[in-house]
């Protein structure tokens, strides 16, 4: 079984330039999550998505952040415009209901 | 909110050693609990959970912990280490949302 997939692995961008991930969870698994790990700390949940529906998105930075997750299945992080503090891995997890999450190996943004 | 604390930021031990990583978490009337374990430029892999019954859980690669409600701690031990569990371990706590809440994690070195 394929695990959760993520792309770009990597990214390194200009501060004030978009950038997106993109996360393709586990097939059957209802359940995606954004978190953002930044350097020697614990990730930290961004946004919540049950199905195509963000239901708990209270962590998320609306005024640069979106995400969206058309059809409940794939799911899109934006960043725009992106700003040095935003340097940091993005993961992505999927789980089905209730259950254990599964990781992504995330996406490691640099802004210079 | 519940939250847990990795005591320890590095736990550095020599190869065959035993080795305990701490996690403290915060009271609640019912808690699940995970330790994940990250390698280098990976994600995280779910080591093993506590969510009810028995307080001893083990891992599939000679790892424990122990739900210890009247110390409320959930911690990590493994009675002889190889230098292939050089790693980061984070301990974590599922909230209501089911949404996980980590501690800072704890870098384990293991040296010959």
């Known amino acids: 079984e394929a695990g959760v997939v993520q792309s770009p692995r990597y990214k390194i961008i200009e501060k004030k330039q978009p950038v997106a991930f993109w996360c393709n969870p586990i097939?059957?698994?209802?359940?995606l999550y954004w978190y953002l790990q930044n350097l020697g700390q614990g990730p930290e949940l961004l946004i919540r998505?049950?199905?195509?529906?963000?239901?708990?998105d209270s962590q998320l930075p609306k005024d640069r952040f979106s995400a969206e997750r058309l059809k409940g299945v794939d799911s899109t992080l934006k960043i725009q415009p992106a700003e040095l503090g935003d340097s940091a891995v993005y993961l992505c997890?999927?789980?089905?209901?209730?259950?254990?999450?599964?990781f992504g190996p995330g996406t490691r943004l640099t802004v210079l | 909110a519940q939250s847990v604390t990795q005591l320890d930021s590095q736990v550095p031990v020599f190869e065959e050693a035993p080795v305990e990583l701490r996690c403290n978490y915060s009271?609640?009337?019912?808690?699940?609990l995970f330790w994940y374990v990250q390698y280098p430029n990976q994600g995280l892999q779910l080591l093993l959970k506590?969510?009810?019954?028995?307080?001893l859980v083990e891992s599939i690669n000679g790892f424990e912990a122990e739900f210890n409600k009247s110390q409320t701690s959930f911690h990590l031990r493994k009675p002889s280490v190889h230098i292939s569990d050089t790693a980061e371990y984070f301990c974590?706590?599922?909230?209501?949302?089911?949404?996980?809440?980590f501690g800072k994690g704890t870098s384990l070195l293991v040296t010959p």
């Open positions: 506590y969510l009810s019954g028995s307080t």
């Open positions: 097939s059957g698994h209802n359940t």
């Open positions: 974590a706590v599922r909230n209501s949302g089911y949404a996980l809440n």
């Open positions: 998505y049950e199905n195509e529906e963000a239901v708990d």
């Open positions: 997890a999927s789980s089905s209901p209730g259950n254990e999450q599964f």
């Open positions: 009271s609640s009337v019912s808690v699940y």
